[in-house]
């Protein structure tokens, strides 16, 4: 109850009396292992990074992740490689340490000068190194997307990147020999703690069942799934949780289920798992999911964690509803499902009662015939949302069937413009069509100002987002015609 348990760069650790608060990041620190840096200490800058071990069909990986959103409860059991560990397989101890092809290549390419981005590169770049498919796919530049260099330029680093030679396969690397074996599986975990001012306590069950039961008794605890949104308010507005519930450990909330009517995607899946299994067979996802904050950051936030924090500018929910998506509440008492279009209730309400926990979002398949996911923000990418839209319709016989036009960023919830959705109806996707939903869309939201956008720029977007939507899909516009010439 009083103690975490885990593999830290091939030793077992045990982190004892800790406030379940704490980060992972402020942990080592605290410990000594100063190597990995704090920079922003809410997942922007990528100075905190490590590398988790996985699971990766019947072997693992290695995961980068921002230590700073990382709770030490979500470590327990869990291996742990910090740049500490990162040095040449063979080197074991710190009086032989070799640099480790990774930190060679950074030497040898200038990619470092202040040195304070470094162990986050380098972590990101050890975790690229051993990724099973590089040989075949080369250098991956997003896999350092989520670390900053303020100083260096990114060059030297890419370079670096591209630099990396191929791991040859019987090669004697023991990073590359523990992947062959599988990741430790995540275990019950209980912490309890005395604090000056309260206990604290942290629970992390491996059955939904024990959930739903603890759930029950404790209504007051926190849920946490990736912890990328609650623990930017522990690290930036000093909150504290005296009752933590950590769902990451329940299998349950892991899966994907693929059935005729149905895709059901697990509340606890990351984001990084939904964009490489199933951009494919969900193209607004996969369009959606690279606009999405960093790769360090979709590693561990999740769909439930995006839908539970029901921000209005949250980028899964105008995809979401696009696609008609429902979830999935379950409680000890009951489960039931919920079109997502009606979760939403006012600014960050929800339709979740008291018990109640998201364990799934069903999206119908097969996919609209036609959808796109638009995201305005001041940064391409690791941004988040001015304004975002989905939109997308299902035709039958060149008409429009049924449309569903979305939106985040634009009212105290992400909205449908239902209006507009009708006024679609039995058209042609087609310049006239569009005419018709423009003027339906006309004064329906009532965007706010702040320091991303005035309400009357959210306002325009609205509009130019739809055109833009017609530009891009219908047949009767300009880049459809000119790429049909092309073609
Ligand atoms: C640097 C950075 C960039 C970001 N960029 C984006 C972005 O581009 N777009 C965007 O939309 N968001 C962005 N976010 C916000 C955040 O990453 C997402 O909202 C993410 O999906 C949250 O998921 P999580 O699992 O980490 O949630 P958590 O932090 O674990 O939880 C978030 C909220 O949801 C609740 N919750 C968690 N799981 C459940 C569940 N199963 N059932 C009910 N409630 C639940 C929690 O109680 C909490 O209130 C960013 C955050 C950071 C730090
Ligand atoms: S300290 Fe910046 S991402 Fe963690
Ligand atoms: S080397 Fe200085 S921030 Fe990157």
Redesign the pocket.
Same mark, same amino acid.
């Given at each position: 109850m009083h103690t975490i348990h885990f593999t830290l760069n091939g030793r077992e650790v045990i982190a004892r009396d800790v406030d379940p608060n704490t980060t992972l990041l402020n942990w080592l620190r605290d410990q000594g292992h100063t190597g990995t840096k704090e920079g922003c200490a809410?997942?922007?800058c990528g100075a905190c990074a490590v590398a988790l071990v996985v699971k990766d069909g019947a072997g693992s990986r290695y995961l980068p992740v921002?230590s700073c959103?990382l709770l030490l409860g979500a470590v327990g059991g869990r291996e742990v490689i910090t740049v500490e560990g990162v040095r040449a397989p063979g080197t074991a101890t710190s009086l032989d340490r070799q640099p480790h092809v990774v930190q060679q290549a950074m030497i040898e390419q200038a990619g470092s000068q202040c040195g304070y981005c470094t162990p986050g590169f380098v972590v990101s770049l050890f975790a690229e190194y051993y990724r099973k498919d590089r040989a075949a796919t080369g250098f991956d530049p997003e896999s350092i997307g989520g670390n900053l260099c303020r100083c260096t330029g990114y060059r030297p680093i890419v370079d670096a990147g591209r630099s990396l030679p191929v791991l040859q396969p019987g090669s004697q690397d023991g990073f590359a020999a523990r992947l062959a074996s599988p990741a430790p599986p995540v275990e019950k975990l209980e912490l309890a703690y005395e604090g000056h001012e309260s206990e604290r306590f942290l629970f992390r069950p491996t059955e939904l069942t024990d959930a739903l039961d603890y759930l029950a008794e404790h209504p007051d605890a926190?849920?946490? $799934?990736?912890?990328? =949104?609650?623990?930017?308010e522990l690290n930036q507005r000093h909150r504290r949780l005296d009752r933590m519930l950590l769902?990451e450990g329940i299998e349950e909330?892991q899966q994907i289920r693929r059935g005729e009517e149905y895709l059901e995607i697990g509340?606890?899946v990351?984001?990084g798992r939904v964009e490489t299994e199933l951009s494919a067979e969900v193209p607004l996802l996969g369009e959606l999911l690279p606009?999405?904050?960093?790769r360090l950051?979709r590693a561990?936030?999740?769909?439930?964690?995006?839908?539970?924090?029901? $921000?209005p500018?949250? =980028?899964?929910p105008p995809a979401l509803l696009a696609l008609d998506a429902e979830l999935c509440?379950a409680s000890k008492a009951a489960t039931r499902w919920v079109p997502l279009c009606e979760f939403f209730t006012g600014y960050r309400q929800t339709l979740?009662e008291s018990g109640?926990?998201?364990?799934s979002v069903r999206i119908p398949m097969p996919q609209p015939d036609v959808a796109r996911f638009y995201?305005v923000?001041k940064r391409e990418f690791?941004?988040?949302?001015t304004v975002a839209a989905g939109f997308s319709l299902r035709t039958k016989q060149g008409l429009i069937e049924s449309a569903r036009l979305c939106y985040?960023g634009v009212a105290a919830t992400p909205v449908r413009a239902t209006a507009a959705e009708q006024a679609l109806q039995g058209q042609r996707w087609s310049k006239p069509a569009l005419e018709l939903a423009l003027a339906a869309l006309e004064h329906v939201f009532t965007p706010m100002t702040d320091q991303r956008g005035s309400a009357e720029y959210r306002r325009r977007m609205v509009t130019k987002l739809l055109e833009r939507f017609w530009f891009d899909t219908a047949p009767d516009s300009p880049a459809q015609s000119s790429s049909r010439k092309v073609g």
């Amino acid at each position: 109850m009083h103690t975490i348990h885990f593999t830290l760069n091939g030793r077992e650790v045990i982190a004892r009396d800790v406030d379940p608060n704490t980060t992972l990041l402020n942990w080592l620190r605290d410990q000594g292992h100063t190597g990995t840096k704090e920079g922003c200490a809410e997942g922007e800058c990528g100075a905190c990074a490590v590398a988790l071990v996985v699971k990766d069909g019947a072997g693992s990986r290695y995961l980068p992740v921002n230590s700073c959103l990382l709770l030490l409860g979500a470590v327990g059991g869990r291996e742990v490689i910090t740049v500490e560990g990162v040095r040449a397989p063979g080197t074991a101890t710190s009086l032989d340490r070799q640099p480790h092809v990774v930190q060679q290549a950074m030497i040898e390419q200038a990619g470092s000068q202040c040195g304070y981005c470094t162990p986050g590169f380098v972590v990101s770049l050890f975790a690229e190194y051993y990724r099973k498919d590089r040989a075949a796919t080369g250098f991956d530049p997003e896999s350092i997307g989520g670390n900053l260099c303020r100083c260096t330029g990114y060059r030297p680093i890419v370079d670096a990147g591209r630099s990396l030679p191929v791991l040859q396969p019987g090669s004697q690397d023991g990073f590359a020999a523990r992947l062959a074996s599988p990741a430790p599986p995540v275990e019950k975990l209980e912490l309890a703690y005395e604090g000056h001012e309260s206990e604290r306590f942290l629970f992390r069950p491996t059955e939904l069942t024990d959930a739903l039961d603890y759930l029950a008794e404790h209504p007051d605890a926190y849920l946490v $799934s990736g912890g990328t =949104d609650i623990v930017v308010e522990l690290n930036q507005r000093h909150r504290r949780l005296d009752r933590m519930l950590l769902l990451e450990g329940i299998e349950e909330l892991q899966q994907i289920r693929r059935g005729e009517e149905y895709l059901e995607i697990g509340a606890g899946v990351s984001l990084g798992r939904v964009e490489t299994e199933l951009s494919a067979e969900v193209p607004l996802l996969g369009e959606l999911l690279p606009l999405f904050s960093s790769r360090l950051i979709r590693a561990r936030a999740t769909l439930g964690g995006n839908l539970g924090t029901a $921000s209005p500018i949250g =980028d899964s929910p105008p995809a979401l509803l696009a696609l008609d998506a429902e979830l999935c509440l379950a409680s000890k008492a009951a489960t039931r499902w919920v079109p997502l279009c009606e979760f939403f209730t006012g600014y960050r309400q929800t339709l979740r009662e008291s018990g109640e926990l998201i364990t799934s979002v069903r999206i119908p398949m097969p996919q609209p015939d036609v959808a796109r996911f638009y995201k305005v923000s001041k940064r391409e990418f690791d941004d988040i949302s001015t304004v975002a839209a989905g939109f997308s319709l299902r035709t039958k016989q060149g008409l429009i069937e049924s449309a569903r036009l979305c939106y985040g960023g634009v009212a105290a919830t992400p909205v449908r413009a239902t209006a507009a959705e009708q006024a679609l109806q039995g058209q042609r996707w087609s310049k006239p069509a569009l005419e018709l939903a423009l003027a339906a869309l006309e004064h329906v939201f009532t965007p706010m100002t702040d320091q991303r956008g005035s309400a009357e720029y959210r306002r325009r977007m609205v509009t130019k987002l739809l055109e833009r939507f017609w530009f891009d899909t219908a047949p009767d516009s300009p880049a459809q015609s000119s790429s049909r010439k092309v073609g």
